[in-house]
């Protein structure tokens, strides 16, 4: 069976403040925005994962509620996992690793540079620093979501917001 995995980036963000935590910076208009356009290209790929998890942080949970809405997945659904802030790469293989065989296809959002370091291990291919509100679609094949680790993917795709801004 092949399998697929959509590494988010969160979408731009406010800029930290001496009195706002990392954690607690939410989305600014822009990144919303951008969020939705990357939202429309998935869905007009027909990109319909069977699991979203992000990171608590409100910028990746509001990325990942935006992208829901635009794909048609149950924003209810998306399940938060608070290692994914901070946590490393290692965090984000615990949540792949931990989904259920039935999940053909899942989409992960949270945070620079984990989740470009991330889509570097499972590929063996140079991603570079992702950029905010990017997708990185990662393919699988014949293996159970236990089973994946590094060099076990291949990229499908990788799209940034600014490469579908309208003119």
Same mark, same amino acid.
């Given at each position: 069976?092949?399998?697929?995995?959509?590494?988010?980036?969160?979408?731009?963000?406010?800029?930290?403040?001496?009195?706002?935590?990392?954690? /607690?910076?939410? =989305?600014?208009?822009? *990144?919303?925005? +951008?969020?939705?356009?990357?939202?429309?290209? &998935?869905? %007009?790929?027909?990109?319909?994962?069977?699991?979203?998890?992000?990171?608590?942080?409100?910028?990746?949970?509001?990325?990942?509620?935006?992208?829901?809405?635009?794909?048609?997945?149950?924003?209810?659904?998306?399940?938060? /996992?608070?290692? =994914?802030?901070?946590? *490393?790469?290692? +965090?984000?293989?615990?949540?792949?690793?931990? &989904?259920? %065989?039935?999940?053909?296809?899942?989409?992960?959002?949270?945070?620079?540079?984990?989740?470009?370091?991330?889509?570097?291990?499972?590929?063996?291919?140079?991603?570079?620093?992702?950029?905010?509100?990017?997708?990185?679609?990662?393919?699988?094949?014949?293996?159970?979501?236990?089973?994946?680790?590094?060099?076990?993917?291949?990229? &499908?795709?990788?799209?940034a917001p600014k490469e579908l801004r309208q003119s």
């Open positions: 069976m092949t399998r697929t995995l959509y590494i988010v980036r969160h979408a731009k963000a406010e800029d930290r403040a001496t009195f706002m935590s990392d954690h /607690d910076r939410e =989305l600014i208009s822009e *990144g919303i925005m +951008a969020a939705a356009r990357i939202g429309r290209f &998935l869905h %007009d790929k027909s990109v319909q994962p069977d699991q979203v998890i992000s990171s608590t942080a409100p910028r990746a949970r509001d990325t990942a509620k935006v992208i829901a809405e635009q794909i048609g997945f149950d924003r209810e659904q998306i399940q938060l /996992d608070e290692a =994914l802030f901070e946590g *490393g790469p290692k +965090a984000y293989l615990a949540a792949v690793n931990g &989904l259920p %065989d039935s999940t053909q296809s899942a989409m992960i959002v949270g945070h620079n540079p984990d989740v470009s370091y991330f889509a570097e291990f499972l590929t063996h291919q140079s991603v570079g620093s992702m950029s905010k509100g990017a997708v990185v679609a990662v393919q699988f094949d014949g293996l159970n979501w236990a089973e994946v680790s590094g060099r076990t993917g291949s990229i &499908l795709f990788t799209i």
